[in-house]
């Protein structure tokens, strides 16, 4: 849809940054908000209006990117729990919603990756407003998604 920002987002992602896809879903770290280390958006690769629009298939294959992304996140970071956000708020503003899910790790203690420290601030709150995003270093950013794919 052309004037929706995740079906654009979704054709132009760094495919450095991609840490799992499916048929139906795509799964990116996102380099400007690591506050909580390994935060990433999972993005349906169909411009599906509403959750209330989704096909038992897709909650499968859903499905199927939430289990491997809670395994292998927890097998490099080991979070203490996982937040995961359908918003769609902007898109709402706008008039144009496409559902994707905020994939948060969230830590009960300090996390040291490649020399830089993730703490978790809000732990055992709420994620903390999106006004405070953390962005990292382009070349951290793909060390932490290498890290996590496992390649």
């Not at 506050?35 to 499968?60: F, N, R």
Request: aromatic fraction near 10%; glycine fraction near 4%.
């Amino acid at each position: 849809m052309g004037d929706c920002e995740v079906c654009a987002l979704n054709t132009h992602n760094d495919p450095r940054l991609i840490l799992f896809e499916n048929i139906d879903w795509v799964i990116v770290l996102r380099e400007d908000d690591q506050q909580y280390l390994g935060k990433s958006v999972v993005s349906c690769k169909h411009h599906i209006p509403h959750v209330a629009d989704m096909t038992d298939e897709l909650w499968q294959t859903f499905a199927e990117c939430t289990k491997w992304y809670e395994r292998r996140v927890s097998n490099v970071f080991e979070p203490a729990n996982y937040n995961w956000q359908c918003l769609m708020n902007l898109g709402a503003a706008v008039g144009v919603t496409h559902v994707h899910w905020h994939a948060t790790p969230r830590y009960d203690r300090p996390v040291t990756f490649e020399e830089t420290v993730f703490r978790d601030q809000r732990w055992p709150k709420s994620a903390r407003p999106m006004e405070d995003h953390r962005a990292v270093e382009r070349s951290l950013a793909y060390a932490i998604a290498k890290k996590i794919r496992g390649s």
